[in-house]
């Protein structure tokens, strides 16, 4: 196939295989493709391989794509595929794309260093779907209303891009909620949160990541969800999945796909996630339409009705799921930019269950994390480690080593 590639430019070739005698008479998986682009020059690119032994589900389905590195500009190229098949298999290609295929960071000069702290930290990542309030809950949790700065586009108003907080104590964190959030936080009707300081480790660091809204679509296309959430998710311990107004499973089951979609490409886990994928599975829904409900209830009555998608959560989270539920702010106490002195103007309902589930999201967070020895990520490595998740392929079981 022709192809014309610019320096540097990968090639990523999305195909769908099936290995007939693997399916039909329980064979050992044969299927194999191997993908290179060929020079005029008749030199090799590197090879990306495909194996129905290592890569296909149950051993004769593949629904995906690879991703060729090249470093020629050569207008004359061509994508060659070459491997083994039987008469009877099928492989059908639905597209190539050039392009980079990756994360890139751009850090302002002021921010390079943003991290000036000392000893291990822990993430905690907002992500949901476009126009959720994400940005907002991410401000109001992580104690700076308008932190997290949200941009009109196309899909309304959303993140554009991802956002990282500086650090903070947790005896920091602690107290703030405690004073700002508590007794506020106290409804009769629910269950009680008790004052999260002090905690068994005041001086352990904290931040927050508010990442892009998902379905805000770019040149990625398809891709670009798990482009943009992929590395933010898998540094974070605490993840907050926001919702807008109801529970929805569906939805849920539908972004926790992506997640373990996106984190099947990579090879292998943390060593301090014990074989999991992901932290702590947190889902706030935000402008609830239900305020009177606990946040328990809710949370049984999911796991009545979806055994299998709290099946999937457990199978790849550490813990979780939990479920915090924020109330809709009416226009008499939602300025612009909503603070805490704004929600103070609410109706008492309202502001207890706002203050309520802000002081349930801090001690979550501050209660996730990890205490496993092998637990690396630190002031000193983090922003090197996650350049690293930006730009590599991933293969995370390494990353201790490289970085202690």
């Known amino acids: 196939m ?28 044969a299927l194999w493709f191997n993908f290179y682009v060929k020079y005029t020059d008749n030199s090799k690119s590197e090879v990306s391989t495909m ?7 149950d051993g004769f389905f593949f629904n995906g794509f690879v991703d060729i590195e090249q ?5 004359f ?15 059908t290609i639905s597209k190539v794309t050039l392009g980079d295929m990756k994360m890139e960071t751009k850090v302002f000069g002021a921010a390079d260093g943003f991290l000036q702290c000392d000893g291990k930290i822990t993430s905690s990542v907002f992500f949901g779907n476009s126009g959720v309030g994400k940005s907002t809950v991410a401000s109001l949790s992580s104690t700076i209303p308008g932190l997290f700065e949200a941009k009109s586009s196309i899909d309304g108003t959303t993140t554009l891009g991802t956002w990282i907080s500086t650090s903070m ?14 007794p506020f936080g106290q409804v009769e009707e629910l269950a009680e949160i008790p004052p999260i300081f002090p ?17 805000h679509q770019t040149e990625f296309g ?11 998710i898998l540094i974070s311990q605490n993840v907050f999945l926001v919702m807008s107004e109801r529970i929805l499973p569906e939805e849920i089951d539908q972004l926790i ?4 979609n996106a984190a099947e490409q990579t090879n292998g886990t943390f060593t301090f996630r014990n074989g999991k994928n992901f932290g702590n599975l947190f889902i706030v829904v935000n402008k609830a339409q239900d305020i009177v409900t606990p946040d328990e209830e809710i949370l049984n009555n999911l796991k009545l009705n979806n055994p299998s998608l709290v099946l999937k959560i457990n199978k790849h989270f550490q813990s979780g799921p939990e479920i915090i539920v924020l109330p809709p702010l009416p226009d008499s106490c939602r300025p612009d930019e909503i603070t805490y002195e704004s929600i103070r103007t609410c109706p008492t309902n309202i502001q207890e269950r706002m203050f309520y589930g802000l002081h349930k999201i801090a001690s979550y967070s501050i209660r996730g994390q990890s205490s496993s020895p092998d637990y690396f990520i630190n002031c000193q490595n983090y922003e090197e480690f996650l350049q690293f998740l930006y730009e590599s392929k991933l293969i995370i079981t390494l990353a201790s080593k490289m970085l202690n």
């Not at 192809?3 to 769908?16: D, G, H, P, W, Y």
């Not at 104590?169 to 508590?182: G, H, I, M, Q, V």
């Not at 398809?222 to 933010?232: A, C, G, K, Q, R």
């Open 77 to 91: 190229a061509h994508l060659v595929i070459d491997g083994y098949a039987s008469s009877l298999d099928k492989i």
């Open 257 to 260: 796909e992506k997640m373990v």
């Open 2 to 29: 022709p192809l014309a590639v610019l320096s540097n430019q990968k090639v990523r070739v999305e195909f769908v295989a099936f290995d007939y005698f693997a399916a039909v008479d329980n064979n050992e998986p």
């Open 222 to 232: 398809d891709n670009y969800d798990m482009v943009t959430i992929l590395p933010h």
């Open 199 to 215: 905690t068994l480790n005041d001086s352990a660091m904290y931040n927050f990541l508010d990442t892009e809204g998902l379905g």
């Open 169 to 182: 104590t947790t005896e920091y964190l602690a107290k703030f909620s405690d004073n700002e959030f508590y």
């Open 71 to 75: 470093d020629r500009e050569d207008k």
């Open 51 to 57: 194996s129905c032994t290592d890569q296909c589900i």
